[in-house]
T-cell receptor, first 116, second 114 residues
Framework: GAVVSQHPSWVICKSGTSVKIECRSL??????MFWYRQFPKQSLMLMAT?????????EQGVEKDKFLINHASLTLSTLTVTSAHPEDSSFYIC????????????FGPGTRLLVL | AQKVTQAQTEISVVEKEDVTLDCVYE???????LFWYKQPPSGELVFLIR??????QNEISGRYSWNFQKSTSSFNFTITASQVVDSAVYFCALSEAGSYKYIFGTGTRLKVLA
């Protein structure tokens, strides 16, 4: 499998501020990373697909200007929640696709965001 | 359209019981992949198994086993002799070949009581 880290693991911020979440691949180069959001007791919702060196592809209904994704290297993708509001409070999870293992995604430990 | 249905929202069993988690999928693709992930209370999704559409062999890994039946579009997961540590939310997911994108089911919350 692949080892994926996320930082921070949890963050509390005031409404109106921006929060950056990092997703790192620790043991191989990931050309594709995914960002998900998960509300309590719900399934994972794909927000966007992040490809190294190109613009992210956002799912329908996800505001690209609010959720900025940067995949500047093969081991790092960042998600910035801009002007966060309480409704953005959620569990954000990244994953990366392992080209070595038939479509398999490996997930980071997640970041819990609470916007006050 | 692709879809994954996990009809069981929550299951409670007593330790050492066997339990089966159901997963039914819909896809028009002939080549696709199915997955099971475990999400313990910590939140991190743990990969359990991947199965491609051309491999209908059932698989056993310790106390875990999977039954893939294309005829009924099902990919069920059985835990034998359940343990408290098996308590988690289990997600079934579908991916069409080449896309890497997953369609997740809604998850089944399994509670194993001591």
């Amino acid at each position: 499998g692949a080892v994926v880290s996320q930082h921070p693991s949890w963050v509390i911020c005031k409404s109106g501020t921006s929060v950056k979440i990092e997703c790192r691949s620790l043991d191989f180069q990931a050309t594709t990373m995914f960002w998900y959001r998960q509300f309590p007791k719900q399934s994972l919702m794909l927000m966007a697909t992040s490809n190294e060196g190109s613009k992210a592809t956002y799912e329908q209904g996800v505001e690209k200007d609010k959720f900025l994704i940067n995949h500047a290297s093969l081991t790092l993708s960042t998600l910035t929640v801009t002007s966060a509001h309480p409704e953005d409070s959620s569990f954000y999870i990244c994953s990366l696709a392992s080209g070595r293992e038939e479509e398999t995604q490996y997930f980071g430990p997640g970041t819990r965001l609470l916007v006050l | 359209a692709q879809k994954v249905t996990q009809a069981q929202t929550e299951i409670s069993v007593v330790e050492k019981e066997d339990v089966t988690l159901d997963c039914v999928y819909e896809t028009r693709d002939t080549t696709y992949y199915l997955f099971w992930y475990k999400q313990p209370p910590s939140g991190e999704l743990v990969f359990l198994i991947r199965r491609n559409s051309f491999d209908e062999q059932n698989e056993i890994s310790g106390r875990y086993s999977w039954n893939f039946q294309k005829s009924t579009s099902s990919f069920n997961f059985t835990i034998t002799a359940s343990q408290v540590v098996d308590s988690a939310v289990y997600f079934c997911a579908l991916s069409e070949a080449g896309s890497y994108k997953y369609i997740f089911g809604t998850g089944t919350r399994l509670k194993v009581l001591a």
